[in-house]
Nanobody, 115 residues
Framework: QVQLVESGGGLAQPGGSLRLSCVVS????????MKWYRQAPGKERELVAT????????NYADSVKGRFTISRDFVKNTVYLQMNSLKPEDTTVYYC????????WGQGTQVTVSS
């Protein structure tokens, strides 16, 4: 049974940092690309960051480039999203995702950036 469980969301001040974690179980983590998305109410889900399975190549949305970093730990079966220089517009729910036999999603973690 594939499971993705996010954590690490919360409240941060503008300019602050948070690190999101996504613990993966039930499939061979190293074989698939891992992605972080975010979705604000009434808006389309936005792909924030991707890390490829073998080389670990990363890609980012223009809105977060230079501020967010996606990484992974194969020992801990965990994908991270380090978010620095947070802005109020980063406020939303963040989801990790992967595509194996189908698309899998975590339950999401709320990030709020406010003073």
């Amino acid at each position: 049974q594939v499971q993705l469980v996010e954590s690490g969301g919360g409240l941060a001040q503008p300019g602050g940092s948070l690190r999101l974690s996504c613990v993966v179980s039930g499939f061979t983590f190293s074989r698939y690309a891992m992605k972080w998305y975010r979705q604000a109410p009434g808006k389309e889900r936005e792909l924030v960051a991707t890390i490829t399975p073998i080389r670990g190549t990363t890609n980012y949305a223009d809105s977060v480039k230079g501020r967010f970093t996606i990484s992974r730990d194969f020992v801990k079966n965990t994908v991270y999203l380090q978010m620095n220089s947070l802005k109020p517009e980063d406020t939303t729910v963040y989801y990790c995702s992967t595509t194996a036999d189908r698309v899998y999603w975590g339950q999401g973690t709320q990030v709020t950036v406010s003073s």
